[in-house]
């Protein structure tokens, strides 16, 4: 069966064929030119014609988002398969996302870099696949845990998807990989540098030290990452080992930041500018700009892209968001509107988000939110890393629990007490930890 090609990945083609000699990845040290990639990519959708594979198809992939690996999930998009992206070795129940995707096929990439296709035998029947089938586009299909742990189908339309790319010239940079392709953050940062000619740097690891090292050595000038991942950059102290001069912008997202962490950060990195991002799998990552680099309120907009807040809770209608949900029909209103069910606040055209409202713990009918009660504990000096979370209580309903990690030599039982003392200061007993655990 022919190919199924749209105009945006033929403009990715493009960009491909006029930067064939630049350096489209570096991996374990070895740099992939653009010109590699374009015969990489013939080369595996040559072979899934050849295996039969036909367009439309729901494929699970599995990578180890090495060059080959991206050429490969090109590939299937160029040839207009719906793909489900996983990454070898990552954990995850493989099972029910096999069951819940409706994977027709299993594609993995041997040490060699040779493609095998492998079929499940499932019918891969969906409302949301017969969309895709009837415009001849190519799928994504990106797993979360849900709120309740089981698996939940994300599905994007990758013509929709990719058309925020591709509206802009190029402008090459070396971009670190820190996030990967069975994550939103992770599938954005690879088709903008791509759509952008720039160089992907995959760390050998993807830990604090190892990082920091591809950074120096790769003079990395854009960093998007987590806010969790910064935060272990400062426990791990690579700032006075490693040279990160090279940095220009970090883009930190896909959750909340802690205001300790980034007041840290931007001391440690006054040069570099921080810029908040925001996104999820539903919405994908929108277009955003931070008030400044030490400050959490943003910004979000772009073309086409609307946003409103209605109880406090952040709603986005977008060109370039999801279809739809596998198991949850009713994911996007009859509008086009999709609730976030992020909790926000409005400052004169900005945005606090202090993420998920489903993840607030009800003590007594007041709600508490976990990431402020971290931010106010990670404000005690021996503090190294905190969790906080809701445990049931047959008489308030929840309670608010602790588990924190302390600094060296630090006394647990002083500690407990000055961790209840601080948030029963700045939050009040409601939200004071009951349990705390070191």
Same mark, same amino acid.
């Given at each position: 069966m022919p190919f199924v090609q749209t105009q945006i990945l033929d403009r990715l083609t493009e960009i491909f064929e006029q930067y064939r000699t630049q350096h489209a990845f570096v991996f374990e040290d070895e740099g992939y030119t653009y010109s590699w990639l374009l015969d990489a990519i013939d080369k595996y959708a040559l072979q899934l014609r050849h295996d039969g594979l036909t367009s439309g198809s729901v494929v699970l992939f599995e990578g180890r988002f090495a060059p080959w690996d991206i050429a490969a999930l090109i590939a299937l998009m160029q040839y207009g398969a719906i793909v489900?992206?996983?990454?070898?070795?990552? &954990?995850?129940?493989? !099972?029910?996302?096999?069951?819940?995707?409706?994977?027709?096929? +299993?594609?993995?990439? $041997?040490?060699l870099h040779q493609l095998h296709l492998f079929d499940l035998e499932q019918s891969g029947e969906h409302s949301l696949y017969s969309k895709l089938r009837k415009h001849k586009h190519s799928g994504l299909v990106l797993f979360t845990?849900?709120?309740?742990?089981?698996?939940?189908?994300?599905?994007?339309?990758?013509?929709?998807?990719? &058309?925020?790319?591709? !509206?802009?010239?190029?402008?090459?940079?070396?971009?670190?990989? +820190?996030?990967?392709? $069975?994550?939103?953050?992770?599938?954005?940062?690879?088709?903008?540098?791509?759509?952008?000619?720039?160089?992907?740097i995959i760390p050998k690891s993807r830990d604090p030290q190892s990082v920091a090292q591809a950074i120096q050595e790769h003079q990395a000038e854009l960093f998007p990452t987590s806010p969790s991942f910064l935060?272990?950059?400062?426990?791990?102290?690579?700032?006075?080992?490693?040279?990160?001069?090279?940095?220009?912008?970090?883009?930190?997202?896909?959750?909340?930041?802690?205001?300790?962490?980034?007041?840290?950060?931007h001391q440690a990195l006054p040069h570099v500018k921080l810029t908040q991002t925001y996104g999820s799998t539903e919405a994908g990552v929108l277009r955003s700009v931070s008030k400044s680099s030490d400050s959490l309120l943003v910004k979000l907009g772009g073309s086409g892209i609307e946003t409103r807040v209605i109880d406090g809770i952040l709603q986005v209608r977008s060109p370039?968001?999801?279809?739809?949900?596998?198991?949850?029909?009713?994911?996007?209103?009859?509008?086009?509107?999709?609730?976030?069910?992020?909790?926000?606040?409005?400052?004169?055209?900005?945005?606090?988000?202090?993420?998920?409202a489903n993840n607030f713990i009800n003590v007594g009918g007041e709600k508490v939110n976990p990431v402020q009660v971290e931010n106010t504990i990670r404000e005690l000096a021996f503090i190294e890393d905190v969790r906080v979370y809701g445990e049931r209580n047959p008489i308030m309903g929840q309670i608010v629990c602790a588990k924190v990690t302390l600094t060296a030599d630090t006394d647990k039982t002083s500690a407990t007490r000055q961790i209840k003392q601080h948030c029963l200061k700045t939050l009040g007993k409601h939200a004071t930890p009951t349990r705390i655990k070191a």
């Open positions: 489900v992206p996983r990454v070898v070795g990552e &954990a995850g129940r493989q !099972g029910d996302i096999v069951a819940i995707s409706q994977a027709q096929y +299993h594609v993995t990439i $041997d040490d845990s849900g709120t309740t742990g089981q698996p939940k189908g994300i599905v994007h339309d990758v013509t929709r998807f990719l &058309a925020k790319y591709s !509206g802009r010239e190029p402008r090459s940079q070396r971009i670190v990989a +820190h996030l990967i392709f $069975d994550h939103m953050g992770g599938i954005d940062t690879l088709f903008y540098s791509l759509f952008n000619a720039s160089t992907l935060n272990l950059l400062l426990l791990s102290g690579i700032f006075g080992t490693f040279d990160l001069s090279s940095l220009q912008k970090i883009a930190y997202g896909s959750e909340p930041m802690s205001p300790t962490t980034l007041s840290q950060i370039n968001m999801m279809l739809g949900v596998l198991d949850d029909p009713q994911a996007i209103t009859f509008d086009g509107w999709y609730n976030t069910q992020d909790l926000v606040e409005e400052h004169d055209g900005y945005l606090h988000i202090f993420g998920r």
